[in-house]
């Protein structure tokens, strides 16, 4: 099946699944969110404790599935991984620090002995929600504005920046892409805690929860105004495709999405989707607005993925030399292992109906107090 099909259609089929699995990274931030929420809403050790053990039940989910983010763009792209990877090395090793001291936070904020005291892995669990997810917002701005490196005749890497990735945090462009994903994800962590937590008793917290959502939707409007301005009006990196000569093209990010009106339709819709998540949940006092939310997120996450690969764009785009840059065709793997990664995806809707069975159970009915005070220490968080 598979195998008759044309590299450049395997390798598209490839980077619609990678942009499907980013996507749904960028929609289980919401326990990243969630977590830089906790000196806000949590004013009571209860409180907090009712925060934490809710995202608790996630923060492995989304672990899981940034680690299988990375996996896929290895195995289908390569040249991408071992150009960011070995080139960028500083930006993801602090984006995947930030990622093991939130681990270790669930794990021992609670535990008999815990010589740091809660506080500090508390601070960790803000620093995952706040700068980690600034600086993958700040990478995936990279797509767009480029990166200081040059590749050899045989595809060895030169970095030509001393900060090794770090540096994409001081374009304006990326630190608001990241700034937004950092408030977005603020307003899913506060959506799905009035999603999961019963808060009887707490109406005061309840209260201040879905102000949250509300207060972090104007805080993130400006970010992402600025970032759909700049991607409208912005020159991107075009690919002759006969040649594969790379070149600056004018307004290339706004032919893409007419170019792509299904694309288009997704942005549109992924926007009202998540305005309407908010409505309903700080205005009409609903609990579902996390599944808009998170829907218009993935919607949003696809038009950032495929605006940057697709119709003979760069997606990985170099400022320091324009034909080192990479696309879904030159950085690929070969037909052969393409193939063979096309049929194990095949169990990929089975992974993902246990993800949802499993999600159902954990969630098939809120968080309490009464839950809390009835767990044994070693089993909160």
């Known amino acids: 099946m598979f195998g008759n099909l ?23 931030i919401f326990v990243q969110g969630g977590q830089t929420l ?24 989304t672990f899981t599935t940034l680690v299988l983010f990375g996996g896929a763009l290895f195995a ?30 669930y794990e021992f904020r609670k535990k008999p002995g815990n010589f740091l005291g809660e506080k500090v892995y508390e601070i960790f669990l803000f620093i995952n929600g ?51 994903l950092v408030f977005n994800a603020r307003i899913l962590g506060a959506m799905y805690l009035i999603n999961n937590i019963d808060f009887s008793g707490y109406e005061a917290m309840e209260k201040r929860t879905r102000r949250a959502v509300l207060v972090n939707l104007l805080c993130a409007l400006p970010f992402l105004l600025y970032v759909l301005g700049s991607l409208l009006f912005m020159d991107g990196f075009g690919v002759d495709p006969k040649t594969g000569v790379v070149s600056m093209v004018s307004g290339k990010y706004l032919s893409n999405l007419l170019a792509m009106p299904l694309v288009l339709i997704f942005l549109l819709l992924g926007i009202v989707l998540v305005l ?26 696809l038009t ?4 940057a690969g697709f119709n003979n764009t760069a997606f990985y785009p170099s400022k320091a030399d324009l034909q080192s840059s990479l696309t879904i065709y030159n950085a690929s793997s070969s037909h052969y292992t393409l193939t063979a990664m096309s049929y194990v995806a095949l169990i990929i809707p089975l992974v993902l109906a246990y993800i949802v069975y499993v999600w159902r159970l954990m969630d098939s009915k809120k968080i309490t107090e009464s839950e809390l005070m009835g767990t044994q220490a070693d089993e909160m968080y």
Do not use: H
């Not at 906790?38 to 989910?61: A, D, P, V, Y």
């Not at 309407?276 to 949003?300: C, D, E, P, Q």
């Open 6 to 28: 044309d590299t450049t259609v395997l390798q598209q089929i490839w980077w619609i699944i990678d942009s499907l699995v980013g996507s749904l990274f960028l929609f289980l």
């Open 130 to 180: 706040s700068v980690g997810i600034l600086l993958i917002g700040a990478a995936v701005g990279t797509f767009f504005t480029g990166s200081n490196f040059t590749l050899n005749e045989y595809n060895l890497v030169f970095w030509t920046n001393p900060l090794r990735g770090l540096e994409a945090a001081f374009s304006l462009f990326n630190l608001s892409l990241g700034l937004f």
């Open 276 to 301: 309407w998540g908010v409505v309903t949940t700080a205005l009409r006092g609903k609990n579902s607005g996390i599944w808009f939310g998170g829907l218009g997120t993935v919607l949003v996450g």
């Open 76 to 105: 289908a792209f390569p040249k991408f991984y071992a150009t960011s990877f070995g080139g960028a090395y500083w930006v993801w090793i602090l984006i995947l620090f930030t990622f093991v001291i939130q681990a270790v936070s």
């Open 38 to 61: 906790l000196g806000q809403l949590g004013k009571t050790s209860m409180e907090k404790s009712l925060i934490i053990n809710s995202l608790g039940r996630k923060w492995e989910l």
């Open 304 to 307: 950032v993925f495929f605006i």
